[in-house]
Nanobody, 126 residues
């Protein structure tokens, strides 16, 4: 069993930066793949970034308003914490951000994830 708690959300101006944290409790968290997803009002929850524990491979969303190049996912296994550093924020990044953990599967698919945090709101003002 893994429990995830996100923090670091809030209000930020466009062009600013914010770092989200996700602290995990539970055994062997460092053997889980971890991911960040987001959900804007009226929209589906979408993939943002993921990091696989075994290979260390990192994946970023590649949609129209891509986060690649602006967001960075990282983890500190000693602290059981996953981070999402967000730079050059845009109003379109406004959403509830969730971290998640998975034993296996496609790291970019929300259906692969077994555990979810409660989410943290990020609001980017123009």
């Amino acid at each position: 069993q893994v429990q995830l708690v996100e923090s670091g959300g809030g209000l930020v101006q466009a062009g600013g930066s914010q770092r989200l944290s996700c602290v995990a409790s539970g055994r062997a968290f460092n053997t889980y793949n971890v991911g960040w997803f987001r959900q804007a009002p009226g929209k589906e929850r979408e993939f943002v970034a993921a990091l696989r524990w075994a290979s260390g491979n990192i994946y970023y969303a590649d949609y129209t308003d891509s986060v690649k190049g602006r967001f960075t996912i990282s983890r500190d296994n000693a602290k059981n914490t996953v981070y999402l550093q967000m730079n050059s924020l845009k109003p379109e990044d406004t959403a509830v951000y969730y971290c998640a953990a998975a034993r296996s599967g496609d790291s970019t698919s929300k259906s692969s994830y077994d555990y979810w945090g409660q989410g943290t709101q990020v609001t980017v003002s123009s």
